[in-house]
């Protein structure tokens, strides 16, 4: 079974880069997709990451001020 | 063959610097941050990369505060033109280049209030800035190291005396980046223009702005809009960093050779970098001092970069860089360097001076040559 993931929206492909680069860097798996249809209709990127590293990644997002547009559960 | 004009651009890049370019070009170059495929998000991560090692040479927390321009020309025009409105009045020093003096003297004649600070000792052009503060003062913009004789001007103490007036501090960094540490907080820089095809031994076409965190960047227009790959569904220009000044496709081929640059110097160090090179320098300095019919144009503080600009006396500086060229095959740069200002504030205007500027490939050997070349064109012209 596929564990549950989310995907985390942001304002410019900059900023996924950014998270991306920071989450690498904690040896979280992460990975830079498009945006979903449904979710957006801007053509560009956003993070997929595990719930279950979520803690970790809202730290960073805390520690760096990063802002995003929204978290949400991705379906495949 | 002796390149000594690492001043006007430095040569020749580390082969890394080609290398990363041509592997951005075979293998990476799709449209960053435009499209999501795998080659798109390859290119900008490539590009993010170079804004993260210049935010850590700088000492910049945020690397999304890096903002890519054409070279320091165009990331000063953008703040000086940006920021600047007719009332406000900025101070800056005789020893600007043209980057920083003709966006100045053009917005002059639509209402801007221009004080030129005289170079001098460190203490007293601190004094002289500090007494040239006005109600309006929105600006202070001050040339890090000076591209004519290597001048390091004191931006701590400058910056300093900005932020307790509220005043915001740039510099032009063009010539500091990568052989100078710099520390946008220690030295008390609001906001920094850099080059990359200097002293960060990038290729030509790259540069930018180190905006510090804290500065309200929104106080500052952008000179061009159009598509950033963000907000797409908007039709106004998104409001924050880099995207609100970073318009249009950027120079991912150039920025990877940038930061291959970047990586290269920072494994040298860039103090160790200073000292080797300011010591190519002295050891040339020391030779032209102690020569009769020769004149030195000495910065007026302690440290410099390894620039020395000199005149043999009966000779016009073009004339001794075209025998240097042709018969020594060395290779320096005469004239004024795009810095009529500087040449006035030192007493070498309008003749200009023999500018020779040191880079990391440069060698004992090289000033050896370079000195005898010297000695013999004093001797025979
Ligand atoms: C002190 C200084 N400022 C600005 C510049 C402009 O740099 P660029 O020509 O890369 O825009 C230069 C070099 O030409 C310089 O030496």
Known sequence: MKEARSVILFYSSSAALKMESLAKSENLVVKLIPIPRDLSSDCGICLLVLNDDMEEIKTIIDNHRIEYEGIHDYMV | MIYVDNAATSFPKPGEVGRAMLDYLENKSANPGRSAHRLSIEAGRAIYRTRENLARLLDLKDPLRIVFCLNATEALNLVIRGFLEPGMHVITSS????????????????????????????????????????????????????????????????????????????????????????????????????TGHKSLYGPQGTGGLAIRDDVDFTRIKTLKTGGTGSKSEKEEQPTFLPDMFESGTPNGVGLSGLNAGIEFITARKINEIHDFEISLAHELKSYLKKSAGITIY????????????????????????????????????????????????????????????????????????????????????
């Open chain 2, 95 to 194: 020893m600007e280049h043209n980057s920083v003096m003709r966006p100045l003297r053009n917005l002059e004649k639509k209402g801007v209030e221009i004080t030129v600070i005289r170079d001098k000792e460190d203490e007293l052009f601190i004094n002289d800035l500090e007494k040239s503060i006005k109600k309006n003062t929105a600006l202070i913009l001050l040339n890090h190291a000076s591209n004519v004789n290597g001048r390091i001007f004191p931006i701590k103490s400058a910056g300093k005396i900005a932020e307790k007036n509220g005043i915001l501090f740039m510099i032009d960094a063009a010539q500091s980046a990568g052989c100078i540490p710099i520390d946008m907080y220690e030295d008390n820089i609001n906001i920094l223009a850099f």
């Open chain 2, 298 to 381: 000495e910065p007026l503080s302690e440290d410099s970069t390894a620039t020395v600009s000199f005149n043999i006396d009966r000779l016009p500086s073009s004339k001794v860089a075209m025998i240097l060229d042709e018969k020594y095959e060395i290779m320096t740069r005469a004239g004024l360097h795009c810095a009529p200002s500087a040449h006035k504030s030192i007493g070498s205007f309008p003749s200009g001076t023999v500018r020779i500027s040191f880079g990391i490939f440069n060698t004992y050997e090289h000033v050896e040559k370079l000195i005898d070349a010297i000695i013999e064109i004093s001797r025979d012209f």
